[in-house]
């Protein structure tokens, strides 16, 4: 280890300025050229017979800082070889340096008591070594410090592969400067540009070891402002909502942080989760080129024909969806999607219209297969299915705003009469596969045969047959087998 002191010349001065010294008031330039200047006015006060009561005495400096004085300058040489020695140890690899800033000026004195152990314990406390580094700046402002250039350049490359792939950024820098097109292949990206939005510099720098950053510690404090990731270890009674408001976050932001995370995950008592909001001191923006195949969808287009019945339907042409190649250019910042656009478009299979033809032709006789609600209002008080250990046929409506039963769509009265437990009991065939069954009514107002118009009043609600209270029974039958009322019912 190569130390280089820091001393000045050797001089008789005299006492006030010592006082002077003790205040702090002095820097060390000046205090070199006074003591040159008063050589000749402090020997002026000595007689011969004083000469012998001249001292000598260290004033020690920290850069311009005044430490204090000493009687003997090996008393300070020995606390940088100790701080030198004990940093070499700690810190392998690295040439320490403690004496860079420490300037030791003597002088010349009459008879004057230094306090060697208050001096040299400061000194040792405020003294720091310094080693040989890389500062990494960021739009001209040092924001960490890297070991050597190397590491550097591997922080610059680390922070690249945080959102390129390393084949990829790989291929990118051999491509740079070179006039080849590489074919965009399907399903690829290609990269266009990866650059870092504030301007990034470095230079060589001395700093203590202790505040020099590995490449990948240099990578987490750039991208999150924090050297390492604050975590949250989850306790009894937690939830992900109240973990985000007690660290400054959204529920949405918390999740962004915790990819394996969603709103309907069930937190673990000592799960680590991640708080840490970043702060990002670089910016990556990569910009791509990709190629993608994707589906056109194919039109439908609906044919009304007057000739067949409303609710018939007819296919005439079953659509298919076509294909397409896109290119699109992209640009992220940080691995955020933040520009997306089109740059050629290629029509690889065309669509097929998907053509329908729908009859339009309406009579009272034949439902629409469009079913309306049979009662004014309501609620279902009971629905299709297992009940008191038997099965329910159909859904019973309760409570409507008038007690008026419709026909829930066209048709024909083919049952109008009482029927044991249904009590006053009401089918209408609806001539398209279909038919309704309304029950438990008070009064039956139409007869067989009869030709209802959707909407229409066939009767009044009730309680007849086997019943609990005033309400509708009302079932669907489709080409003969039951089927839930809610799934035609609109």
Known sequence: ?????????????????LNQHKNGLLVKAFVTAVLLSTITFNLAFANEGDVGSIDKIYHVYLEDKYIGSVSDEKKVKKVIEAKEKEASEKYKGYEVDADALVTIVPEQVFSYKTNDSETLKMLD??????????????????????????DYEETLKKLKLQYVPEEKLKVFEESKGSAQNQPLKENDKKIIDVLLSETVSGKEAKISPAKILTPDQAVQYIKTGSIEKQVYVVKKGDVLGKIAKE???????????????????????GQEINVTVEKPLVNVQVVYETLNTETIDYEKVVQED??????????????????????????????QVVNKKVTNEKVLVEPKKHIEKVGTKVISSRGTGNFIWPTSGGYISSGMGSRWGSFHRGIDIARPSNY???????????????DGTYGNKIVVNH???????????????????????????????????????????FEVLKNGSLINPLTVLN
């Open 431 to 473: 001539n398209n596969g279909y038919q309704t069954l309304y029950a438990h009514l008070s009064e039956i107002k139409v007869s067989v045969g009869q030709v209802v118009p959707q909407g229409a009043v066939i009767g009044i609600m009730g309680s007849t047959g086997n019943s609990t209270g005033v309400h509708l029974h």
């Open 247 to 269: 660290h400054g976050l959204t529920t949405k932001e918390l999740l962004a942080l915790n990819p394996g995370l969603t709103v309907d995950s069930l937190l673990q008592i």
């Open 404 to 418: 008026n039963i419709k026909a829930s769509d066209n048709g024909v009265v083919t049952f109008a009469g009482w």
């Open 125 to 150: 406390e405020q003294l720091e070594v310094q080693t040989d580094a890389y500062a990494f700046e960021v739009n001209g402002k040092a924001v960490l410090y890297l070991k050597n250039k190397e």
């Open 1 to 17: 280890m190569n130390t280089k002191w820091k001393i000045g010349h050797h001089s008789s001065h005299n006492v006030s300025l």
């Open 306 to 335: 007057a000739s067949m019945f409303k609710g018939e339907k007819e296919i005439i042409q079953k659509g298919s969806p076509g294909k397409k190649e896109v290119s699109y250019l992209v640009t992220e910042v940080n691995g």
